[in-house]
Every structure is written in structure tokens, then in C-alpha cells.
């Protein structure tokens, strides 16, 4: 900074001694938070370089890292797209109801209430699960393996546990639900004055209103805050390791008791007792999660931010 | 709402044709509406065993059905399409609030009858049956929480600070956009990382508090950037430009000016960091582990976490399982308590500290 080459119109002020260390600091911070995530990748491939290298008979399994791995995986996307699935409309007519309906006192302690549900630790929502969501679904596995066991996915013998991946969606979903809705919740308030108001001087209903004003200015919101609740719903750890009875191979099955695990539980799971070689595997399964969630929240956060370039909200 | 000046304006002409009043329900319809259905419901429940549940559920069913028919019989196809709107929207909200209140039932219901005053001062240190306690898992948390906000606070706010006041270009966008990936590390993949980098430096097999605190930095740093660096967003320019002309210099400014208008949401957003990792499980279990023993120094040995013990206690009951159970609840329910006095006094902290304004 101090070999001036442009014009030297404003005069440049003495720099200070506790300037330059303040700024250096200051700097030096920010780019050890790159240097951390770079260190995550790094300390991750290097951890799981073995298992990589490693002829496929000494990989847990006796098949090979990709054999190990691919059920895993299987099960991680299962688990979190049905959350997806199941969240995603739900958060949007929740963030619909506290901007556009509830009640104008009672809105901001609505939101606040379901902010709460983000603050629940997950091991807790394992908790629930196993203690009460998957007795109270054990009646819809059998009916369902009764009546929509023609489709594939919902292909018997129903689970006597509830312990499924039905159950785990749904516990995920209830995670992910307040992330979705902050968002959606988010870019619902900014819908612009202008637009509602000429809709409703109209004659729209309020749900015209919605569906031509505000729906079509926050879509791109919903879906990177979707794509954000489905990054965590990817790596969900607990709640998954308590409530889901897997070890099952790569089978698209929703109700029976043989699920494919997920990577992160897995992780959990395996853990605390594998040596050798095995903590190289689950380091290795550890690393393609954290390609899959890194992908998916690069592609979240350029949605929501690209929306944010143009939204001439603020 | 002037819905009768069209029907005036169009009585006084009566030479257009036939009078087209707007038909409107009346206010109590929709409340009707639903009492009908879930009396209706009450009865249909009852042909199959009776139950509040499946009442509930026809009866809102039922409810919003009518309500629609209703509305699209007398006031036609767009009215009806906006109050089953507003049904599903409210019945949303509704289903969200299930697992919130069924979950805070169920952690009172279990974890009420452990939460005593042995469970706050005994150690599981040689426990096998009934007794015992979480004093140990509880220093445990607050220990490794605590150096894990050492670490994060310094680097996530220098980093604001950098964001806020210093950065521009390239390493700023840079910064912003991987803080904001950061978020979505999964917490088991930090886990690992610090599992990893421990391993490298100390050798295998080495299971330290540190550790853990490390896993939860990584956790926690991009949430104290991105809450600092909206709070010192808002620090107004005035401010520092009223500094600078005094001849302060801008590192001092900072120092003395922009952060003590901020301490507020600062204060509140490191205590909501504080609250987002102080439940986390997964990374504490694959780098600190657990004892049953009292271990409170965090470069030496395993240590006790609430979560931790929480899931062992449910996952590996031993012969005493009822009593297991009975632990995992209560630290469970403490681990709530934990978590909402926190974000309690996140809110707190915005309320009483905040800036005074317009003097």
C-alpha cells in the first residue's frame, strides 16, 4: 500500500504500528478460516489414503472400499430426500402462515417458536424417535406394507419396530424443518409492498395475491433454503444412529427392518470401536460426505445468494 | 372493503339486467364448519375404538372440506380456493407444532424422576445399577464448550471485523462464501477432521478433550462470523467517521468505538453459537469419548460429555436397564434446559445491552 502509483489526490495517513498489526489480525483471521476447510479436506484425504489403497479383501466387508461405501450412500440420500421431501412443503406453508396469516401480535413468537425446534440437540430428536415416533408409525408400516406394497418402495414385511427409514425422514424432516422455514420465511417478507398491494387492489384473494406476488419472488429461496435443510439432512449423525436399525445392503425400502445405513451414522456407530484399517474406511466413507454436503451447500448458497444479486430488496 | 358500492351502483341501474348481489358466508360459517366436522369426526372415530387423535384428524378433515363446499356454493370458485388456503396453511402450522410439544412432553415425562440432586453431584465412577449421576459429563461439556468459544470467538471475530471493516475483492468474497459453506459441515465430518489432525501430530489411539474442542470450533467459528458480521454491519458510519476525524486511528476506532456499539448482538450471537454446539454429539464421541470417572483436565485423557453419556446410557444399558434409562432422559431434559437458558440469555443479552439510541 505504500508505493503509490495512482495520482495522489487523498494524502494517505501515517500508517500506524497497531494499525498494521490490527488489520494483519484481522486478516490473518480470515484467511485461516480457508486455511481450516482446506485443512479439513487435506487431514480427511490423508487420513483416507489407506483405505483407498488398499487391496479390496482388508476393507471391512472383504469387497473393496466402493462395495463398503455405495450402500451408504444409498442410504444417506434416501434418508435425506424423503426428509426433503416431507419438509419442504410443510415449511412453506408454515413460513406462508407467519408472514401472510397468523396473526400480526402473535407472528414474531410463531417464528420464534419454531426457530426452537433448530435448537433442539439432535441427540435428543434421536431420543423421540426411538422412544416414540417409531411405536406410534409401527401401524402405518403394517398398513401401508398391507396397502401400498405394490409400489416398490413400500414393499413388505413391515418393520415390528418402526425402527425404518419412513421413521428416520421423518425425524429429519422435523429437523430440517425450521431451517427451511426461517428462509422461506425470509424472502416471503420481502416480497415487494408494491406488488401485494396491487394484486389485492385488484380484487385478488390473499391466496391470489400470494400465488402472483410472492411465491414467484421468493421461489428461488425456497429452493436454496431446501438445498440447505437437505445438506443437513445429509450429515445427520444421531438421530439417525439412535432411531435407524440398519446394516441392510443398497435396497430402496422405506418399511422393512433391513435399511441401508447412513455414512454419517455409520461413522457413529463404527467408530469408537474400529482400529487399523477401519478407521481409515470410515474416514474415507467420511470423506465422500463431505464432497456430497460440500457440493450441495456450494449449489444452495449460489442459489440464495444469486437471488440476493437481483432481488433490489434492500 | 367497499363490496356495496358495486351492488348499489348496479341495484340503481336496473336497467342491465339481473341484479348479481355478492353472496357472502356468514363470520361464524367456517368456525361451524369445523365444529360439525369434528363432531362428525367424534363419531366416525368412535365406530372404530374411539380416540382423540383420529378425531382430531377427521374432524379438521371434515372441517375444512365443508368449509370449502360451503364457500364455493355461495361465494364462489376463487373465495373457496382462498379459504382452503388459509385451511392448509393453519393445518401446517399446526402439524408442525406436534413434534415440538410431543417432545418436550416426553423428555419432562422421562426425565423428571432423575432429575435430582444426585444426579447434579455424583459421577458415574464405579456405578453399575441405580445412582449415580452426570457431574462429571456436565463439567465435561461446560469445559470443552468453553475452549471450544476460546478458540472460535477470537478467529470469528477478527474474521467480521476483516469482512467488515478491512476486506474488499477477492479474499472477501472468498471468505463469505466458504464461511457460509463452512455452516453445513456436517458435524461428524468435523468430528473426523480433528480426529485426523490429532492423529498426524500425537500418534493413534490419542482421545484428549482438546480434541473435541476443536471439532466444535469448526462448528462454530462460521456461525460467530456470519452473526458479527451482521451486527457490525450495523454499527452506523457516522460513528467511525466521527472518530477518524478526531484523529483516532482506525484500528483504535474499531477498538474503542465499533465494538462497544456492537457488544450486544455480539454478545448474542456468540451465545447462540455457544448454544448451537453445546448439544452436539457426534464429534465428541469420536474424539473424546467417554469415562465413568471425573476427568477435568482436557489435554489429558478422555472426558465425560452430557451428550455423550446421554446416548451411551440408552444405546448400552447395563443389567439395570430401567435405571439407564431413567440417567439418559434426565441428561437429555438437561441438555434441553441447557440449550433454551442459553438462547434465553442470547435474547436477554440483545434486550438490556442493546446500543441506547436517539439521545
Known amino acids: ?314 | 372493503m367497499s363490496t356495496d358500492t358495486p351492488t348499489a351502483l348496479r341495484s340503481s341501474t336496473p336497467t342491465q339486467g339481473p341484479v348479481r348481489v355478492e353472496r357472502r358466508l356468514p363470520r361464524f360459517a367456517p368456525l361451524g364448519a369445523y365444529l360439525a366436522g369434528l363432531a362428525v369426526g367424534a363419531l366416525l372415530s368412535a365406530l372404530t375404538g374411539f380416540s382423540v387423535t383420529s378425531t382430531l384428524i377427521y374432524g379438521v378433515v371434515l372441517g375444512t372440506l365443508a368449509v370449502y363446499v360451503l364457500t364455493r356454493t355461495v361465494e364462489g370458485r376463487r373465495k373457496a380456493a382462498d379459504r382452503l388456503v388459509t385451511a392448509l396453511v393453519t393445518t401446517a402450522f399446526g402439524i408442525a407444532m406436534i413434534p415440538l410439544v410431543s417432545l418436550v412432553y416426553t423428555v419432562l415425562d422421562n426425565g423428571l424422576p432423575r432429575f435430582d440432586a444426585q444426579f447434579f453431584t455424583n459421577s458415574m465412577y464405579r456405578v453399575v445399577g441405580e445412582g449415580g449421576g452426570a457431574y462429571h459429563a456436565i463439567l465435561g461439556t461446560l469445559i470443552i464448550t468453553a475452549l471450544a468459544t476460546l478458540i472460535s470467538v477470537p478467529i470469528g471475530l477478527m474474521t467480521s471485523i476483516y469482512l467488515v471493516e478491512y476486506g474488499s475483492g477477492r479474499l472477501k468474497r472468498a471468505i463469505t462464501f466458504f464461511v457460509d459453506v463452512m455452516t453445513g459441515i456436517p458435524s461428524i465430518v468435523a468430528g473426523l477432521f480433528a480426529f485426523a489432525l490429532f492423529t498426524l501430530l500425537f500418534g493413534n489411539q490419542v482421545r484428549i478433550g482438546v480434541m473435541g474442542a476443536v471439532a466444535l470450533s469448526v462448528l462454530m467459528i462460521p456461525v460467530v462470523v456470519r452473526s458479527s458480521e451482521e451486527v457490525l454491519k450495523l454499527v452506523p458510519n457516522e460513528l467511525r467517521e466521527a472518530s477518524y476525524a478526531l484523529g483516532v486511528p482506525k484500528w483504535r476506532t474499531v477498538v474503542k468505538v465499533v465494538l462497544p456499539t456492537a457488544i450486544a448482538g455480539l454478545g448474542t450471537g456468540v451465545t447462540l453459537a455457544v448454544a448451537r454446539v453445546v448439544g452436539e454429539t457426534a464429534p465428541l464421541l469420536i474424539t473424546v469419548g467417554l469415562i465413568t470417572g471425573t476427568n477435568l483436565n482436557p489435554f489429558d485423557g478422555r472426558m465425560a460429555t452430557l451428550p455423550v453419556f446421554a446416548y451411551y446410557q440408552l444405546t448400552q444399558p447395563g443389567t439395570a436397564t430401567q435405571a439407564f434409562l431413567d440417567r439418559a432422559w434426565t441428561a437429555a431434559l438437561v441438555l434441553i434446559i441447557l440449550v433454551m437458558a442459553l438462547n434465553i440469555v442470547a435474547r436477554l443479552i440483545s434486550r438490556f445491552f442493546a446500543p441506547k439510541t436517539g439521545r
Do not use: C
Open chain 1, 1 to 314: 500500500m505504500t508505493t503509490t502509483s495512482a495520482p495522489p489526490s487523498p494524502p494517505q495517513p501515517k500508517r500506524r504500528v497497531g494499525d498494521r498489526v490490527f488489520a494483519g489480525t484481522a486478516k490473518g483471521s480470515g484467511i485461516l478460516i480457508l486455511l481450516i476447510l482446506a485443512g479439513v479436506a487435506a487431514f480427511l484425504v490423508s487420513e483416507a489414503i489407506p483405505a483407498i489403497t488398499a487391496p479390496a479383501e482388508d476393507i471391512p466387508g472383504g469387497e473393496g472400499l466402493a462395495h463398503y461405501v455405495w450402500p451408504l450412500i444409498v442410504g444417506t440420500l434416501l434418508g435425506a430426500v424423503l426428509a426433503l421431501l416431507i419438509a419442504t412443503p410443510l415449511a412453506v406453508a408454515i413460513a406462508l402462515y407467519v408472514t401472510y396469516y397468523a396473526p400480526r401480535r402473535l407472528a414474531a413468537a410463531m417464528g420464534y417458536v419454531i426457530d426452537l425446534l433448530a435448537a433442539i440437540p439432535s441427540v435428543v430428536y434421536g431420543f423421540w424417535g426411538l422412544a416414540v415416533l417409531a411405536p406410534t408409525l409401527v401401524p402405518f408400516h403394517e398398513w401401508a406394507a398391507d396397502n401400498l406394497g405394490f409400489i416398490p418402495l413400500f414393499e413388505g414385511p413391515a418393520s415390528s419396530t418402526g425402527r425404518t427409514m419412513l421413521t428416520v425422514g421423518i425425524v429429519l424432516a422435523v429437523m430440517i424443518l425450521p431451517i427451511i422455514s426461517a428462509i422461506s420465511r425470509e424472502v416471503f417478507g420481502q416480497a415487494p409492498a408494491l406488488h401485494r398491494e396491487a394484486a389485492l387492489a385488484l380484487g385478488a384473494t390473499r391466496w391470489e395475491m400470494i400465488k402472483m406476488a410472492v411465491l414467484p419472488y421468493g421461489k428461488s429461496g425456497v429452493i436454496g433454503g431446501a438445498m440447505l435443510g437437505l445438506g443437513r439432512a445429509l450429515g445427520e449423525t444421531m438421530a439417525v444412529a439412535i432411531v435407524l436399525s440398519g446394516g441392510g445392503a443398497a435396497a430402496l425400502t422405506l418399511i422393512t427392518s433391513t435399511n441401508p445405513s447412513t455414512i454419517a451414522s455409520n461413522i457413529a456407530l463404527r467408530f469408537p470401536e474400529a482400529t487399523g484399517l477401519g478407521v481409515n474406511t470410515l474416514i474415507a466413507s467420511g470423506l465422500v460426505l463431505f464432497v456430497i454436503t460440500l457440493a450441495v451447500n456450494m449449489l444452495a448458497r449460489w442459489v440464495v445468494n444469486r437471488r440476493a444479486d437481483f432481488s433490489g430488496a434492500n
